[in-house]
């Protein structure tokens, strides 16, 4: 649920082994539910794993937080 965390934790685990490709950001807002839950801002990031695998990461966050 909380994408810097979840880095900050990638990070401790595997060190420079995981690469943040594009660091979190806001993505979407959603007013209704119709693609998410409403009232929260989609966050996305991408890293890439010991693998050299692109993996996206993916938060809701309630959308006064996400400023």
């Known amino acids: ?6 880095l900050d ?3 401790d685990r595997w060190g ?4 943040v490709n ?3 950001h806001a ?3 959603h007013r209704d539910d119709a693609l998410g839950p ?4 989609e966050w996305q990031a991408f890293v890439r794993d010991p693998d050299g695998n ?3 990461l993916v938060a809701f966050e309630p ?5």
């Open 9 to 11: 934790r990638l990070a």
């Open 16 to 19: 420079d082994r995981v690469e």
């Open 54 to 56: 692109l993996v996206g």
């Open 27 to 29: 993505i979407f807002e």
């Open 38 to 41: 409403a009232g929260t801002t």
């Open 1 to 6: 649920p909380d994408l810097r965390a979840t």
């Open 63 to 67: 959308a006064t937080a996400a400023t």
């Open 22 to 24: 594009t660091p979190p």
